[in-house]
């Protein structure tokens, strides 16, 4: 789940599981949950007791996946504070294919602690948080209409396809299909096989789920934030 954690403790006495927290993650990660790096350290997410969970991440770390930062269900009296320097991503939604549209981006960082208790949580974020790109939409495909010598037209081979919709910029809605520069008015009206996909939704940079976060940005924030 996670490549280097290193755990600092302020005194000996100041120690999971009753006591308080101090991570660094040092390295990069995928899908990070808070929760359960705190547990491999000797966490005991049970008790009821008011503690505070210190994370630090460090410059230059990349945690990536479809959610790069996610809390887990810490318990309602646990505050968690957070030092961003690294990077921070969502998962890019996939192309388009056949007609289709593209996928939506994943958000980067997910809160799921539990409602109520006492913690109150804060962010400061030094770096960057992006939202997943969305995904370009599918390309559009025509055959062509020639003439049946009648008067009227058949569809026939070969078919013309277009170019997939480019993805999104971080956290930004990916681009619409085209049809082939080649297919005329009458090709897309009469002999279309599937019409171009529209690009997926950007995903979001942060979901606080909610809860009461002050959150202080220093660096980059792409994507929307929602409470």
Not at 29 to 56: E, K, Y
Not at 161 to 188: L, P, Q, V, Y
Request: hydrophobic content about 30%; overall charge negative; glycine content about 20%.
């Amino acid at each position: 789940m996670f490549n280097t954690i290193l755990f600092m403790a302020s005194s000996s006495a100041d120690v999971p599981p009753n006591n308080n927290l101090e991570i660094t993650v040092a390295g990069n990660t995928t899908n990070f949950v808070v929760l359960a790096a705190a547990q491999a350290l000797g966490f005991d997410n049970a008790l009821t007791t008011d503690r505070t969970i210190t994370l630090t991440i460090n410059a230059g770390v990349q945690m990536t996946g479809t959610n790069g930062f996610q809390t887990g269900a810490l318990q309602q009296n646990t505050t968690l504070a957070v030092i961003n320097n690294g990077t921070i991503s969502g998962g890019d939604g996939a192309t388009g294919s056949s007609g289709g549209n593209g996928g939506a981006g994943s958000t980067a960082v997910v809160y799921s602690t539990v409602t109520g208790g006492s913690a109150t949580h804060s962010w400061i974020n030094n770096s960057t948080i992006n939202g997943g790109r969305g995904g370009g939409g599918s390309a559009g495909r025509t055959t062509t209409e020639v003439s049946d010598g009648d008067g009227g037209s058949n569809c026939e081979l070969p078919t013309k396809t277009g170019t997939a919709g480019a993805a999104g910029g971080f956290g930004g809605t990916g681009g619409t299909g085209s049809f082939s520069g080649g297919s005329n008015a009458n090709d897309i009206a009469d002999c279309t096989v599937f019409t171009p996909g529209t690009g997926g939704a950007g995903g979001a940079a942060i979901q606080w789920q909610g809860r009461t976060v002050s959150f202080t940005n220093n660096g980059s924030v792409s994507g929307s934030i929602i409470a």
